[in-house]
């Protein structure tokens, strides 16, 4: 069975980065999707790979990460405005951010609007 | 408005270059890009036949630590402009050492490749801070719509470091210079094949023209 983790924005906002990072990493080591409302800043990606890296062995081989965000460029002025507004009132809340286990998240294809991943169930293989 | 943000790149990178001793251009971007062929491609138009940067395989992640070229100079029309080069490991979110035993590498050594090359990530990373301009290479025939692309160039921008995104490989068939162009619109993009050099004057013109 695949597993998601939604992580409400409200869950994560009061959080350093280093302890959001710490967070999705144990879910997705537990073979968890993680579903996570708004994004992460651009160094926080690259920390998070940077720790997964240092994760990675035999039995971890890394994550797959997608973000959907509603900054496209083909946002009307109107779009933009309602946006930016919203990232004032609602810091790094819009958007979605997927993270799994490369071991359970085969691929993910993406483009700005929309997201397809193939997921294996690596819980129901270990069981077997 | 697109063009008054790549104007303002490359006036930026102009007075960066012009101003600034030891200036260093990194190569980033995914595993088997073309970063390290790019390298040993200016190295070899710049520095001698015999200058080499690094090795070069089908196999991701042959390149597993920075490598760093000093006092590369490129000259033309009577202006040159002298930097160090920077060869960085690819960028990714996961290395698996099966992929490479796949590729027939020994499994002992494949385990060692993925250690190194997870190590390689990180440094980097960490290099970005010591980078004052990057050439991001992206391989033209494949999707560039990654996020670990979207990740690289977004902390170009929140770092304020000045980009070119080269579309390498357009030797290839299925080379699209377009979709890279259509994927990061806020970037000059230049098509060339680190391979054969084909347009890689195009890129040094730019260096030059900005510098």
Redesign the interface.
């Known amino acids: 069975m695949l597993t998601f983790k939604y992580l409400p924005h409200r869950e994560i906002r009061d959080l350093s980065s280093e302890e959001r990072i710490d967070m999705i990493l144990k879910y997705v080591k537990e073979h968890e999707i993680v579903l996570l409302e708004g994004t992460l800043?651009?160094?926080e990606?690259?920390n998070l790979?940077?720790k997964?890296?240092?994760s990675?062995g035999?039995s971890f081989?890394?994550?797959?990460?997608?973000?959907i965000h509603p900054k496209h460029?083909d946002q009307t002025f109107s779009e933009k405005l309602r946006t930016k507004i919203a990232d004032l009132l609602l810091g790094d809340s819009y958007g979605f951010t997927l993270v799994g286990s490369?071991d359970v998240i085969k691929e993910?294809?993406?483009?700005?609007n929309k997201l397809q991943f193939f997921a294996e169930d690596i819980k129901k293989k270990d069981d077997e | 408005m697109f063009d008054s943000i790549k104007t303002f790149f490359s006036s930026f990178l102009s007075r960066f270059l012009g101003k600034k001793k030891d200036v260093r251009i990194g190569l980033y971007g995914p595993p088997n890009g073309g970063k390290t062929t790019l390298a040993n491609r200016i190295a070899k138009d710049w520095l001698g036949d015999d200058v080499e940067i690094g090795s070069v395989s089908e196999v991701a992640h042959e390149t597993r630590e920075v490598a760093v070229k000093e006092e590369v100079t490129i000259e033309q029309n009577g202006k040159s402009v002298t930097f160090n080069l920077v060869d960085t490991p690819g960028i990714a979110t996961k290395i698996d050492f099966e992929e490479f035993v796949e590729k027939g590498i020994d499994e002992d050594e494949a385990k060692q490749r993925a250690r190194e090359a997870t190590k390689g990530v990180i440094d980097s990373i960490k290099w970005l801070e010591n980078v004052d301009v990057v050439i991001v290479v992206l391989d033209s025939a494949i999707d560039p719509y990654t996020q670990v692309n979207i990740t690289t160039v977004g902390n170009l921008q929140v770092r304020d470091i000045p980009a070119l995104l080269v579309a390498n490989k357009i030797d290839l068939e299925d080379s699209d210079v377009q979709r890279i162009k259509e994927a990061f619109p806020e970037y000059e993009v230049i098509g060339i094949s680190a391979k054969t050099g084909d347009n890689v004057n195009e890129l040094y013109e730019k260096i030059i023209r900005i510098a």
């Open positions: 800043r651009p160094e990606e690259t790979i940077a997964t890296m240092e990675i035999e081989k890394g994550i797959e990460i997608s973000v460029r490369a993910i294809t993406q483009d700005p």
